[in-house]
């Protein structure tokens, strides 16, 4: 499985972005996608993530309200929408995707850099 993030900039204070995650490869049997994000000198955390089927989005507390994940069948694309973005929400923004067992997020996309400027 390959994931290629994208979709990244620099934008301003309250302004939303949309980042993709298209997801190639052996995809059959990919059980969920997550996204992750990790700011300069902090520990890596996560957005949240969706089921493959599209299914059962889930976010944490990060960005809860201001976030919405989807997933486009037809492209295996996952869409990560971020609405009034802050200064705080600048960091590296990854994609997984795991099976379902073992639950661990093997594949990695290479992240996409996000600066919100205040």
């Known amino acids: 499985v390959q994931l290629q993030a994208s979709g990244g900039g620099l934008v301003q204070t309250g302004s939303s972005l949309t980042l993709s995650c298209a997801a190639s490869?052996?995809?059959?049997?990919?059980?969920?996608v997550g996204w992750f994000r990790q700011a300069p000198g902090k520990e890596r955390e996560t957005v949240g993530d969706i089921a493959w089927n599209g299914r059962n989005p889930w976010y944490s507390d990060s960005m809860k309200g201001r976030v919405t994940i989807s997933k486009d069948h037809a492209r295996d694309t996952v869409y990560l929408q971020m609405n009034n973005l802050q200064p705080e929400d600048t960091a590296v923004y990854y994609c997984?995707?795991?099976?379902?067992?073992?639950?661990?997020?093997?594949?990695w996309g290479q992240g996409t850099q996000v600066t919100v400027s205040s």
């Open positions: 997984a995707a795991r099976k379902n067992y073992p639950r661990d997020w093997r594949w």
């Open positions: 490869g052996r995809t059959v049997g990919l059980y969920a």
